[in-house]
């Protein structure tokens, strides 16, 4: 079946320091593969998507994701951690079935300290 | 950049009673979703829709929900009798294979803000 696992329930980070989260999927075909992030009662928002191509993805607010197949793996980064960036980051991958399914990881929850 | 809007942001409800959570999808997205969050759980999927009919739906989907498009451009999802475990953030989600026809695509689901759902 499909799933997403994301091993770290929360990370710590001090503001400016680089981050990586961590996302591992089991999808039988080509995934595709996204993270959304979460601010605290509010909605999803799309940070980037994989479909295909250049394995390094470009997302908004300065993240970037690499797909590696071999490792099942679709980790998100960040070079320098702003404070704002504290929130909750799912890692997803859509399963087809003729229509697009979201399964979502269980989330990492990111702080950030000063 | 188009958008899925919910209303209302937040219900509260006494459990037992019905409640109707609404949805405007992008309107020329042709499939239809609703997902739950319970409150600090992961995002899951509870059903999509195609062409007025349900395509698939989860195990927690049971004979309590319900999804209907009552015109063209509103997506309902119905709890008959609300128990206290349904309180959660509910995110109604749209979708459209681009081109029009049913392959993949790059398209995106685009997620709406959440209906936060307290029963009581």
């Known amino acids: 079946a499909q799933s997403v696992t994301q091993p770290d329930i929360h990370i710590t980070v001090s503001e400016g320091a680089s981050l990586e989260l961590r996302c591992n999927y089991s999808?039988?075909?080509?995934?595709?593969l996204f993270w959304y992030v979460q601010s605290p009662g509010q909605g999803l928002q799309l940070l980037l998507k994989y479909f295909s191509g250049d394995t390094l993805v470009q997302g908004i607010k300065g993240f970037e994701a690499e797909f590696k197949r071999s490792q099942s793996s679709f980790n998100l980064r960040k070079p320098s951690v702003h404070w704002s960036d504290a929130a909750e980051y799912f890692c997803?991958?859509?399963?087809?079935?003729?229509?697009?399914?979201?399964?979502f990881g269980a989330g990492t929850r990111l702080f950030v300290k000063a | 950049e188009p958008e899925v809007t919910q209303t209302p942001s937040h219900q509260v409800t006494q459990m037992g009673q019905e409640v109707i959570l609404r949805c405007v999808p992008i309107?020329?997205?042709?499939?239809f979703y609703w997902y739950r969050q319970i409150l600090g759980q992961k995002v899951e999927f509870l059903v999509s829709?195609?062409?007025?009919?349900?395509?698939?739906k989860s195990e927690i989907f049971d004979d309590q929900f319900s999804v209907e498009r009552p015109d063209g451009s509103n997506f309902t999802l119905k709890i008959r009798s609300t128990k206290l475990e349904d309180s959660a953030m509910y995110f109604c989600?749209?979708?459209?294979?681009?081109?029009?026809?049913?392959?993949?695509?790059?398209?995106?689901?685009?997620f709406g803000p959440g209906t936060r759902l307290t029963v009581l």
């Open positions: 309107s020329n997205h042709l499939y």
């Open positions: 999808y039988g075909a080509t995934p595709y």
């Open positions: 989600a749209s979708w459209a294979p681009s081109g029009g026809a049913k392959t993949r695509s790059t398209d995106t689901q685009y």
């Open positions: 997803a991958v859509v399963h087809w079935t003729g229509g697009f399914k979201t399964i």
């Open positions: 829709f195609y062409n007025n009919e349900i395509s698939e």
